[in-house]
């Protein structure tokens, strides 16, 4: 019923935390990449609000499709209180519950998939560091 509203709500934190953070990004590190042992090219590191902003991106995408579901079944409306089950008790307590185990468990699943995406890209940047000739 208003499962997608936890992530939604997850999503406008993450977008405020991603501008701030851009904000308050100096200059990106920067790490030297040699490509097929020919060429030293010199790359920046991914800064985190880049990261961030994969999340971001995530969380938004999930929480759009899940609403546009909502919509085609008939439990969100475009006239007030555009939650149906908000218009009676019984439906809004179950729509409380539905928000905080499906919509809790969607959010948690997705910052979770985010989190492997993180560990991948910091393993593939490690990976690439040390591939470096040792510097004179």
Do not use: Y
Not at 92 to 104: F, I, K, P, R
Not at 114 to 136: C, D
Request: charged share 20%; hydrophobic share 50%.
């Amino acid at each position: 019923m208003a499962c997608f509203l936890v992530p939604a709500a997850e999503a406008v934190v993450t977008t405020i935390a991603t501008k701030v953070m851009k904000s308050k990004e100096a200059n990106p590190e920067t790490v030297k990449v040699q490509l097929d042992g020919a060429e030293l090219v010199e790359e920046e590191k991914i800064p985190f609000s880049r990261k961030l902003g994969w999340l971001n991106k995530l969380l938004w995408g999930g929480s759009a499709l899940l609403a546009f579901e909502h919509v085609w079944h008939g439990e969100v409306v475009p006239w007030f209180p555009f939650l149906t089950a908000a218009s009676n008790p019984a439906d809004a307590a179950e729509m409380l519950h539905e928000m905080s185990t499906a919509g809790v468990t969607m959010a948690v699943l997705v910052t979770a998939v985010w989190a492997g995406m993180l560990i991948v890209s910091s393993v593939i940047e490690k990976r690439a560091k040390k591939a470096l000739p040792a510097e004179s």
